[in-house]
């Protein structure tokens, strides 16, 4: 497929359109999955060290930056400011898309100026999302929200989907700007700074989609082989992720089925107005109690519709984010699995190449020598510096590897903390929230009753009917 | 008829009131109106007990039973207690009686039983009339039976009422000497008639349209409250998961760990809590369910009326016609078509003779007519005076009862409400520590 023919930066004041209420099957569109762009061979993926200039490739260093940038983490000392809003649908003629305006505020030097604004696609966060994968396998990235949510006729024009999408990239960028490792990247610079030509042009020197697909096919051939001798903390990390898994599934579940219950309980409530007020039509003295009746019930149901909303725009999206999140966990785990899969199988092929060696320099193929009139001694010589050759070239691997397997197991050891603390203010904050929004709505239903109380009572008293004593 | 526009107790209070509490205070406000019988007498159902027995067609069947206590006034006031006089009565023994006050007094708007089967019910309660909450709710809605009849000025003072409290044995055979079921029968059969009347009383006319008004709505209303209990009994119990999730959770954390273990405590305390709160919204149903059945005992005086209005009317018709054939007769005129006047055509007309004799019967009968339509113009009348002072009597007890049901349930909100923010603040205390 080729590349679309679209301006991907929309500044403001052009011609784009506002999001219509219903734009689907207008024109053909394509799918926003799609990222099928074919990019010039290039750069290919070299083994763990990243493909941009301000990384450092020493594992020891990288490290060292880590505990450093870790400590530094208050919001006092935040640096870079990332919003994600003012969705709009761009229409062409051969596709529709939504763009999202992306802000930034920033006092770092290594940014030309303070303030940008760029327009960007679902299909650029995907983009930025690969990168920082590739780069860092071992680095916990966190999860862009789904690509199309199958849910019924959901689509992707609509208003609420378009807004939690877009709550949902504003958290994932606003993570990445908060990530050590991860703000200072190239690809995060570009995607905040870059006009749209820039950005194309930008992607197309990544690493080529063959190359992609061959990093994938290696992956599969290592997760076949299997792991020998993993270190038990990385066991531990995946009998965690495993249990957390199904507990966030779990609690993912459980807050959908109760505002799934709280829905249904309050079309009942909604129900009880309209009977209390046609009661009190037939009635006299009871006329005005059954009214306010009536009334305070409306108050609860729109006490209660806003509670829902709340849960819906809060809680659950929390939650879901980090079901998503649990995939990501379980694909870094993998990833330094086949990293240390690769290194053992070297490992491996390079005992053999000695031995090899070993073995060879006791063998006599004379025969076959003298055939073609080589002296065994000289063959024996060429073949010894041809297998030390060979040897110092795998060994010299291997070191890489070997490196690259530290750096690899030591950055998820330190993403794997950040990740945990990460994760328990998110959740913590969201569970707070929730309890607090429920106090909230109990005060407000209350403050309703009371004061229905308090007038009834006022109103016997001046009938005389009460002997308040 | 005594006045009843005594002082009535306030049975607002505090906000706390739990449904046995406001139980007592309706009580107090019966007793504190003050009719003879409850001046003298404590009334209880106190409990309820399981039997079986034979039944009518020698069948073994288990039924229920109620202990009727009662107790002199005046010795719980002396300071001694007296072992209170009791019987046991079935449910079918309260509709017995019941039946005999519906004929004995049809100007009352006689007070309703609780119901006979469990309905409108939300999926935790069953309609089993076995199930021990069932019988409860039974007991006291007996025993609220028993007060509103004991506070009535007329009813109160019902001998067979008072032999129902009194006397155990050979009760039933009493009721039936006194041949209610015969009349029973027949007003059964006479208030479900179709019949058309003329010159109805608006009041009552309105009233029936208020009564067939009030039991629609509170009919529609238990129906909703039925399903809005279930959902919220949904809403609730669903926090329970939360509870077991968060402690399996806690497990696989460290520093997380006890604040979600405590966390799922409170949120099992809060599923938990809908237990309570749904029974006490049951009081606000069965409070609303008495007087749908009471919609239905007004009625039932509403009809009555039109009953006794329509046999006067009849009475009238009837004498009218009866003057206007004297008239014929006397006078040779035939005015209006009749059988007579189309056979005297044909076959000539009648004797001297006979006409005297008709004349004569005719005379006798106009004079029982007058006498009729004079006897059942006062019935009407004294009919009419006597059950509108009921239906005032009721309506003013409907008012201010209703009235009652309804700041309870505010209370019963509030308390609701009050939980709910201790559950979740504690919640939150809980989840700031995660």
Known sequence: MSDPVVDNAVPSGNSSVAIPTDISGQILDLDEDDDLEVFSKGTTLTEG???????????????????????EGDADTKDIFVTVDNPESFVTAI???????????????????????????????????????????????????????????????????????????????????????????????????????????????????????????????????????????????????????????????????????????????????????????????????????????????????????????????????????????????????NIQADFEAKTEALAMKKADKDAESKVLSLAWDSLVGRSPEEVKQQRQQKLKGEIKEMRDELDKMEDRLEWANNALKSDWTRWQKVMRTDLRSAFVDTAERNVNYYEKCLAVWESFLHSQRTEAEGNGKVDCS | MADSGSEEIAVIGNTDLTPSESENNLKNT???????????????????????????????????????????????????????????????????????????????????????????????????????????????????????????????????????????????????????????????????????????????????????????????????????????????????????????????EKEMGDGLQSAGHHMDAYAASVDDILEEEEHYADQLKEYLFYADAVRAVCRKHELTQFELEMAAQDLTSKKQQREELATGTVRTFSLKGMTSKLFGQETPEQREAKLKMLETQIEEGEELVKERNTECDEYVKSAWVDIERFKEQKDHDLREALISYAIMQISMCKKGIQVWNNAKECFSKM
Request: net charge negative.
């Open chain 1, 49 to 71: 060290s990243s493909f941009n200039a301000s990384m450092q490739t020493s594992p020891a260093s990288m490290i060292n930056q880590y505990k450093f940038e870790e400590e």
């Open chain 2, 30 to 252: 019966m007793v504190e109106k003050g009719t003879n019988l409850l001046k003298r007498m404590e009334i209880n159902v106190a409990e309820a007990e399981k039997r079986t027995g034979k039944n009518a067609v020698n069948m073994q069947e288990t039924y229920t039973v109620y202990l009727i206590e009662t107790r002199p006034v005046d010795a719980a006031s002396e300071g001694t207690n007296p072992v209170p006089d009791s019987l046991w009565r079935r449910y079918s023994e309260f509709e017995l009686l019941r039946n005999y006050l519906l004929v004995a007094y049809p100007f009352v708007v006689v007070p309703p039983l609780p119901e006979k089967r469990a309905e409108f019910v939300w999926h935790k309660l069953t309609a089993d009339n076995m199930d021990p909450d069932f019988v409860e709710r039974r007991r006291v809605g007996l025993e609220n039976f028993l007060l509103r009849v004991a506070s009535h000025q007329v009813l109160s003072n019902d001998k067979i009422f008072y032999s129902f409290l009194t006397e155990e044995n050979g009760w039933k055979e009493t009721v039936f000497e006194t041949g209610f079921q015969a009349k029973a029968d027949s007003r059964l059969k006479a208030l479900n008639a179709t019949f058309r009347v003329k010159n109805p009383d608006k009041r009552f006319a309105e009233m029936k349209h208020y009564g067939d008004e009030l039991q629609s709505v509170i009919s529609q209303l238990l129906r909703v409250r039925a399903r809005a209990a279930d959902r919220l009994y949904g809403v609730y119990k669903v926090h329970g998961n939360y509870g077991r999730v968060f402690s399996e959770w806690s497990a696989i």
């Open chain 1, 95 to 337: 596709e529709t898309y939504v763009t999202y305006r992306v802000m930034t505020k920033t006092t770092r030097s290594e940014f030309d100026a303070s303030e940008f604004e760029v327009r960007r696609r679902y299909q650029d966060f995907l983009w930025l999302k690969g990168r920082l994968e590739e780069a860092h396998p071992t680095l916990i990235v966190h999860p862009l929200p789904e690509k199309f949510v199958m849910k019924g006729m959901v689509e992707r024009f609509n208003e609420d989907f378009i807004e939690t999408r877009r709550k949902a990239l504003h958290r994932f960028l606003n993570r990445i700007a908060e990530h050590p490792i991860f703000s200072s990247t190239d690809d995060f610079k570009i995607f905040l700074t870059a006009e749209s030509g820039e950005l194309t042009s930008h992607k197309k020197q990544g690493p080529s989609f063959l190359s992609r697909m061959g990093e994938t096919v290696k992956a599969v051939a290592a997760s076949v082989r299997g792991v020998r001798n993993r270190p038990e903390e990385f066991t531990d990390m995946q009998e965690y992720v495993e249990a957390f898994t199904q507990k966030i599934g779990s609690l993912d579940k459980v807050s959908q089925r109760i505002v799934r219950e709280k829905k249904e309980h309050l079309e009942e409530l909604k129900e009880c107005v309209p009977i209390y007020t046609l009661w009190s039509q037939s009635e006299e003295e009871l006329a005005e109690p059954l009214k306010s009746m009536a009334d305070c019930l409306d108050s609860c149901c729109k006490e209660t519709e806003e509670q829902v909303k709340e849960h819906n725009d809060l809680l659950i999206p929390a939650l879901h984010e980090y079901v998503l999140c649990t995939e990501t966990l379980k694909a870094v785990l993998r990833r330094r699995d």
